[in-house]
């Protein structure tokens, strides 16, 4: 990737690039919400589209010149279709955030109820956390996981839509390592009269290959993230029922957004197409199973791991048994200076701080996009153990970042 453009006028962004680059190529990211998209993805989303202005959606728009533009939505909303089996889909959300807001956009007003998961827990801020709009505008009440064995707690779930009685329940995770019951949570929602919106930011492909059960049919809304599982590029996408279409159109434009981003979208359009090819199921799967594999090597080795284990694509180490006065953020220093990259986490009954936390969450789907196997993870996971059983060790620090640049240069990512 050379850049010759950006270098011909703008050094200093050129080299900050460049940067960028050799970062991504020299470390691993275990970050469970990153992955890598392929170049062609890339070329679209870097494509002239970002000149274009389309207010509007596919033959309806509020601008000339949009023939090419409506073509590739078109082809995004399809695949998505495909992908998911939703009866509507938007693909205009910039973000899942901006996705969510569409959501409660279009079914809440100021001062309505919003029952989700804690953050702390596994929730994501765009469910009602005080810094977020949601919190700002909505009235919030969360349930939990249960503490002693990590998994939703669904009857205390239950309980709190009886009381509360919210307006819409959220369902979908940023840091849970199991399968979500949808059903469960739509019988609560039906039984109180909620609207309930599933957020599958993290499990988008998850869920498009069946690896995951599907919410599409089961809530009311889906929303996703589309540079997570699904190798998409940066944004975010409402999928719901026909009653609910013509109002989640609305919501997300006129109602949160201007003018889409024809480039995001293009690169939608090519990542849902990689996403409906064979590769892809093999490529999901493979991410599960190392996620599997790297869960038991550490616990192996005498981790504690949120639940006992996973059945998606990450896992969340809770320090506090095996390591007790290591916190996540020292650990997450310590494996960074050996380039392995990931991030410090609250776990449920969190007794630090959330920006020093006791867990680390551990995802697959970044390492699995660059080739890596069970045997590469396993060897993955002994080193990721050694790192944090000598954080202050520098020569371990030392002679483990050796390996991982090696391992970095075996398994390239856009060579
Ligand atoms: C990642 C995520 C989102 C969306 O995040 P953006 O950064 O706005 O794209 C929404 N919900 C959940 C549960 C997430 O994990």
Same mark, same amino acid.
């Given at each position: 990737m050379e850049f010759e453009h950006v270098r011909a006028e703008d050094q200093s962004v050129a080299d900050a690039l460049a940067g960028e680059v050799d970062r991504q190529e020299g470390t691993l990211s275990l970050i469970a919400s990153e992955n890598y998209v392929s170049r062609a993805v890339m070329e679209a989303q870097g494509s002239?589209?970002?000149n274009k202005y389309a207010e509007g959606y596919p033959d309806r728009?509020?601008?000339?010149?949009?023939e090419y533009v409506d073509e590739i939505e078109q082809l995004a909303i399809d695949r998505a279709k495909e992908l998911w089996g939703a009866d509507h889909v938007n /693909?205009?959300?910039?973000s899942g955030t901006q996705a969510n807001m569409a959501v409660y956009l279009a079914t809440l007003s100021p001062g309505d109820r919003i029952l989700s998961l804690e953050l702390s827990h596994g929730?994501?801020?765009?469910?009602?956390?005080? /810094?977020n709009f949601t919190g700002q505008l909505f009235d919030v009440e969360h349930y939990h996981v249960d503490? +002693?064995?990590?998994?939703?707690?669904y009857q205390e779930l239950k309980e709190k839509a009886e009381s509360f009685e919210p307006d819409i329940i959220v369902s979908g995770f940023s840091a849970y390592p199991r399968e979500v019951e949808w059903e469960t949570i739509q019988e609560v929602a039906d039984s109180v009269g909620s609207y309930h919106l599933a957020d599958i930011a993290h499990i988008t492909g998850l869920v498009a290959t069946g690896v995951h059960s599907s919410p599409v049919g089961v809530a009311d809304f889906v929303t996703g993230s589309?540079?997570?599982?699904?190798?998409?590029?940066?944004g975010g996408i409402v999928m719901t029922d026909d009653e609910h279409a013509e109002a989640i159109d609305k919501a997300v434009f006129p109602g949160g957004q201007g003018g889409p981003l024809a480039h995001n979208i293009a690169g939608k359009a090519v990542g849902f197409g990689e996403a409906l090819t064979p590769e892809f199921d093999e490529y999901i799967q493979q991410t599960v199973d190392n996620a599997r594999t790297l869960g038991e090597t550490l616990a192996e080795h005498g981790l504690s791991l949120v639940s006992g284990?996973?059945?998606?694509h990450m896992v969340l180490v809770d320090?506090?048994?095996?390591?007790?006065?290591?916190s996540g953020g020292t650990a997450e220093d310590s494996l960074a200076a050996a380039n392995v990259i990931l991030n410090a986490n609250t776990v449920p009954g +969190?007794?630090?701080?959330?920006?020093?936390?006791?867990g680390l969450r551990i995802g697959t789907p970044g390492i699995t996009t660059r080739g890596f196997d069970e045997g590469a993870v396993e060897e993955l996971a002994d080193h990721i153990y050694r790192l944090i059983d000598n954080h202050d060790s520098e020569d371990v620090i030392y002679e483990v970042g050796e390996r991982i640049d090696e391992l970095c240069a075996e398994y390239p990512l856009y060579d």
């Open positions: 002239l589209l970002t728009r509020y601008y000339a010149g949009c /693909v205009q959300p910039h929730g994501h801020l765009s469910h009602g956390h005080p /810094v503490p +002693e064995t990590g998994y939703l707690d589309t540079h997570k599982t699904i190798r998409a590029g940066r284990g996973t059945d998606n320090l506090r048994d095996s390591h007790p006065d290591l +969190e007794t630090r701080s959330a920006f020093d936390p006791s």
